[in-house]
């Protein structure tokens, strides 16, 4: 391959701006088709994108002989099916995240991918921010690293958001696996798995506080690294609007670094009562620079950015943090 040839299995509102235009804004790399099952909708984004041809059964795209690698878009319920199926067709995959509905699901993925090359959207870890914030930890700019604080705080949903199809999903357990929680933490998750490392174990609690839908609102997690690093975090979804925050402190033996995983795209680093501050510009694409290193892996010219394997690992920490599993 000379050029990666892309086909969308679900080209909803995460394609939209966050990943689809980025296909063919990266070097090698052009987006072909995409599917949808609603042939409306279908037809309206590949007009609106300049997308060639579209589908309203995966199928079709996946054997679509100009197709060389498909993007699994979809909600979770259908990650494996359709990533074992482009496999088996000799097609690579870049799937999004949450990379299954749970752990066992992930692990069938993984394996499937011993025999072509699967990618998981976990794309933070490629952006210019996180990049910077792994060579600080790991420079040592706050000494060793103690344990890391992770605060993840929102209102509830209005009556109004959850009308909407693309919040009704991932409150629906049976669609996503899980449910705010399941659709933001692997990106806070895996960027504690990429700076630390391996795990010596893992737990956490869960629970319904608001009753608004059917998945958790509440969760908890802790995580001991073979490193000897303490992560603790808490996600909840039920506070008032003025207690809603999005913060992460990595505090070590000279001093503390704090972002945000999903806001202002800054570090603060506080060492010896100084404060300085790193600041990025925001993304057009939030998923462009992972897209060009799936792009160049797929191609054979670099390393895999976020594997199969690394994805069973985020999906773990989920499981274990939600109580259906134990590490």
Known sequence: METIQWGIIGCGDVTEVK?????????????????????????????????????????????????????VATPPLQHEEYTIAALNAGKPVYVEKPMALDTASAKRMAEAAKENK????????AQPLFIKLKELLHA?????????????????LSDRDLQLPKVQWRVDPTLSGGGLFHDLAPHQLDLMLYYFGKIKNASGFSANQGGLYKADDIVSGSIMFESGVLFQGLWCFN????????????????????????EEPEIVIKTNGKVSKITFDKLEHVQQPMIERVVQYFLGKNKNPSSAEEGVAVMQLLDA???????
């Open 239 to 262: 506070v008032p609007e003025e207690e809603g925050t999005d913060k992460c402190e990595f505090v070590g033996s000279k001093g503390k670094i704090s972002v945000s995983i999903f």
């Open 321 to 327: 943090f939600t109580s259906k599993i134990k590490i």
């Open 140 to 156: 040592g700019i706050i000494g060793d690293i103690h344990y890391v604080d992770l605060k993840f705080l929102q209102a509830p």
């Open 118 to 125: 699967v990618s998981v959207a976990h794309y933070r870890r």
């Open 19 to 71: 990943s689809g235009p980025a296909f063919s804004k990266v070097p090698n790399s052009k987006l072909v088709a995409v599917m949808r099952r609603d042939e409306g909708k279908a037809r309206d984004y590949a007009n609106r994108h300049g997308v060639p041809r579209w589908y309203t059964n995966a199928y079709e795209l996946i054997n679509d002989p100009e197709i060389n690698a498909i993007y």
